[in-house]
Structures are given as structure tokens and as C-alpha cells.
């Protein structure tokens, strides 16, 4: 019914930056909130940055001033500048898409992404 597919991680030198985009396909009517986590070896996820339909953002404190999330609903994609990137952001990230309405079929509920791997170098 719906897809989510991450895209941009790689390996960085520390400073330095990647932008990251998360698309989600199918009959998507809407999607209410689209967020990024993160989860680092024996961490647990953690909400990154999130964004509302109308383009209401928020940010996890270690990443503000750094990392922008930006969300273009013509397309049910969301992306995450990150800037100034540091080896504490290493991670696999993921995004989700909260309260997805399809057409014909209505409210499906929250879909993740498979994750993409960030890793920062010192």
C-alpha cells in the first residue's frame, strides 16, 4: 500500500555535510506529521527533527542550528539538510510518516522507511 524509501547517507569527514530525502509512494491521500530518527549502535531511536503538513518543524536539541528538515507535499517527500555534521550523528536514519490517508481506502496509520546508514569520520 505505501512505500517509504530513504535515500543520501554515506560516509563524511566530520564538518561536513549530506542531505538526506525520504520519499513515500502509493494512492496517498495525505500524511499528517513526517519525521526522521535516528538509532545508533546500542542506542535507542531517537526523533531527529519532524515536520507538519503546513510546514511546522521541530528539532532534537543536539541537532539544531545544524540539521534542517524541509517537506514537499506535492511529492510525499521530506529531506534533511545536515550541516556541520559531527561522529556523534553517526546512525542509521529513518523516516515515518504519521497518519497516512489513502484514496479509496482512508486511514492507514504510521509506515517507516528502511533506513539509511550516516557515518561521520574524526
Known amino acids: 500500500q505505501v512505500e517509504l524509501v530513504e535515500s543520501g547517507g554515506g560516509t563524511v569527514q566530520a564538518g561536513g555535510s549530506l542531505r538526506l530525502s525520504c520519499a513515500a509512494s502509493?494512492?496517498?491521500?495525505?500524511?499528517?506529521?513526517m519525521d526522521w530518527y535516528r538509532q545508533a549502535p546500542g542506542k535507542q531511536r531517537e526523533l531527529v527533527a519532524d515536520?507538519?503538513?503546513?510546514?511546522?518543524?521541530n528539532y532534537e536539541d543536539s541537532v539544531k542550528g545544524r540539521f534542517t528538515i524541509s517537506r514537499d507535499n506535492a511529492k510525499n517527500t521530506i529531506y534533511l539538510q545536515m550541516n556541520s555534521l559531527k561522529p556523534e550523528d553517526t546512525a542509521v536514519y529513518y523516516c515515518?510518516?504519521?497518519?497516512?490517508?489513502?484514496?479509496?481506502?482512508?486511514?492507514?496509520?504510521?509506515?517507516w522507511g528502511q533506513g539509511t546508514q550516516v557515518t561521520v569520520s574524526s
Open positions: 502509493g494512492s496517498i491521500f495525505s500524511i499528517n506529521n
Open positions: 515536520i507538519t503538513s503546513g510546514g511546522t518543524t
Open positions: 515515518l510518516a504519521e497518519g497516512i490517508v489513502l484514496r479509496g481506502l482512508g486511514h492507514v496509520g504510521d509506515y
